[in-house]
């Protein structure tokens, strides 16, 4: 069974130096399209670019930074959310050498009438690209269960938790990403997946006068609010 992805495109482009824009226009129902340009592995191949979309569909469930129109877009790992509100929306970026990129787009590229264009060459085609199973955004079933609970968490029973609702929902289990206090960490711990696949990653310190709250959202199809909630509870340290 596929992984359903938070994206529907990913292309490896091989591109001369210089200036390039991606242009779009809206469409009926989005006005913005998520987005992640990245130098690409030294293997541009289908196989490569599915190994490559588990650590990408991460990315793509954390934090997004906007661009409106005329902006000038970055190249690494991060999301990039494109506000295409105007007919011909466009956005830039340079490469000072010749370069092999990976996109991954939220939607399919046609449906914006996305193209990119290269400012002596004109447009750019991909080298490989693939249109991967789209996530059930508009299934009536999907919903969202968010906790928030005060203290400090057991990094064990926390990690037996997050393991038992990963092979208990699966692939229902889109995305989920929170700020939890673990004990005898000075940081805020930073958790975010997507299905089978999360990271937990230091953030900032907590501050000394600030208190340890913890908070997670789940967002798949057919899930269980009690269960997650006592489940997430049932991680809180002892008094």
């Given at each position: 069974?596929?992984?359903?992805?938070?994206?529907?495109?990913?292309?490896?482009?091989?591109?001369?130096?210089?200036?390039?824009?991606?242009?779009?226009?809206?469409?009926?129902?989005?006005?913005?399209?998520?987005?992640?340009?990245?130098?690409?592995?030294?293997?541009?191949?289908?196989?490569?670019?599915?190994?490559?979309?588990?650590?990408?569909?991460?990315?793509?469930?954390?934090?997004?930074?906007?661009?409106?129109?005329?902006?000038?877009?970055?190249?690494?790992?991060?999301?990039?959310?494109?506000?295409?509100?105007?007919?011909?929306?466009?956005?830039?970026?340079?490469?000072?050498?010749?370069?092999?990129?990976?996109?991954?787009?939220?939607?399919?590229?046609?449906?914006?009438?996305?193209?990119?264009?290269h400012t002596d060459y004109g447009i750019q085609e991909p080298l490989v690209y693939k249109e991967f199973?789209?996530?059930?955004?508009?299934?009536?079933?999907?919903?969202?269960?968010?906790?928030?609970?005060?203290?400090?968490?057991?990094?064990?029973?926390?990690?037996?938790?997050?393991?038992?609702?990963?092979?208990?929902?699966?692939?229902?289990?889109?995305?989920?990403?929170?700020?939890?206090a673990i004990k005898g960490e000075s940081e805020k711990i930073v958790l975010q997946g997507v299905h089978?696949?999360?990271?937990?990653?230091?953030?900032?310190?907590?501050?000394?006068?600030?208190?340890?709250?913890?908070?997670?959202?789940?967002?798949?199809?057919?899930?269980?609010?009690?269960?997650?909630?006592?489940?997430?509870?049932?991680?809180?340290?002892?008094?």
């Amino acid at each position: 069974m596929e992984i359903e992805y938070p994206f529907e495109y990913g292309g490896f482009y091989s591109l001369k130096k210089g200036t390039y824009r991606i242009s779009a226009s809206p469409n009926r129902e989005e006005k913005s399209i998520k987005i992640i340009i990245a130098l690409a592995p030294e293997e541009t191949t289908l196989d490569s670019l599915n190994t490559i979309a588990n650590p990408a569909a991460i990315i793509f469930s954390g934090q997004c930074t906007s661009k409106s129109s005329g902006s000038i877009l970055s190249i690494g790992k991060e999301v990039q959310e494109l506000l295409i509100t105007e007919t011909d929306s466009n956005f830039t970026f340079s490469l000072p050498e010749d370069s092999c990129l990976v996109f991954f787009t939220q939607h399919l590229p046609h449906e914006f009438s996305l193209t990119l264009n290269h400012t002596d060459y004109g447009i750019q085609e991909p080298l490989v690209y693939k249109e991967f199973r789209a996530a059930h955004a508009h299934d009536e079933a999907v919903s969202s269960v968010g906790v928030e609970i005060e203290g400090e968490l057991d990094p064990e029973a926390f990690t037996y938790f997050i393991n038992g609702v990963i092979h208990t929902f699966g692939n229902d289990l889109y995305r989920y990403k929170g700020i939890v206090a673990i004990k005898g960490e000075s940081e805020k711990i930073v958790l975010q997946g997507v299905h089978m696949l999360f990271e937990m990653q230091p953030g900032v310190l907590w501050k000394k006068d600030e208190s340890r709250k913890n908070a997670i959202i789940f967002i798949g199809k057919n899930l269980d609010r009690n269960l997650l909630t006592q489940g997430f509870i049932s991680c809180l340290v002892q008094k």
